[in-house]
């Protein structure tokens, strides 16, 4: 069974970090490009980042840019997501998953989930 595991949430204050992991299992992950996605109550899921097959390209959301970093470990079979200088509005629940990103005709970052097949996901939550 093919599945995506998310790991590495927690209650942490604003100015925080965490790192996130996303493990596979059942399939090999170096042949997807694979992604963060989040969803606040109340809210849509959105794109947070997304990294190529081999992680020589990575996209973030404007929200994110220059506070999380995206990066993955095929030897692990694993992705991982480092969120530093947290802000309540990041509080959500992560899911990771096969992504496909790039950029619009008005430079605007898209990152776009290939399936919805979702896992548990791992929740994040800032607060004081």
């Known amino acids: 069974q093919l599945q995506l595991v998310e790991s590495g949430g927690g209650l942490v204050q604003p100015g925080g970090s965490l790192r996130l992991s996303c493990a596979a299992s059942?399939?090999?992950?170096?042949?997807?490009?694979i992604g963060w996605f989040r969803q606040a109550p109340g809210k849509e899921r959105e794109g947070v980042s997304c990294?190529?097959?081999?992680?020589?390209?990575?996209y973030y959301a404007d929200s994110v840019k220059g506070r999380f970093t995206i990066s993955r470990d095929n030897a692990k079979n694993t992705v991982y997501l480092q969120m530093n200088n947290l802000k309540p509005e990041d509080t959500a629940v992560y899911y990771c998953?096969?992504?496909?990103?790039?950029?619009?005709?008005?430079?605007?970052?898209?990152?776009?989930?290939?399936?919805?097949?979702w896992g548990q996901g791992t929740q994040v939550t800032v607060s004081s």
């Open positions: 990294i190529s097959r081999l992680g020589d390209r990575t």
């Open positions: 998953a096969r992504c496909t990103a790039g950029y619009s005709g008005d430079y605007s970052t898209y990152i776009n989930p290939v399936s919805e097949n």
């Open positions: 059942g399939f090999t992950l170096d042949y997807s490009a």
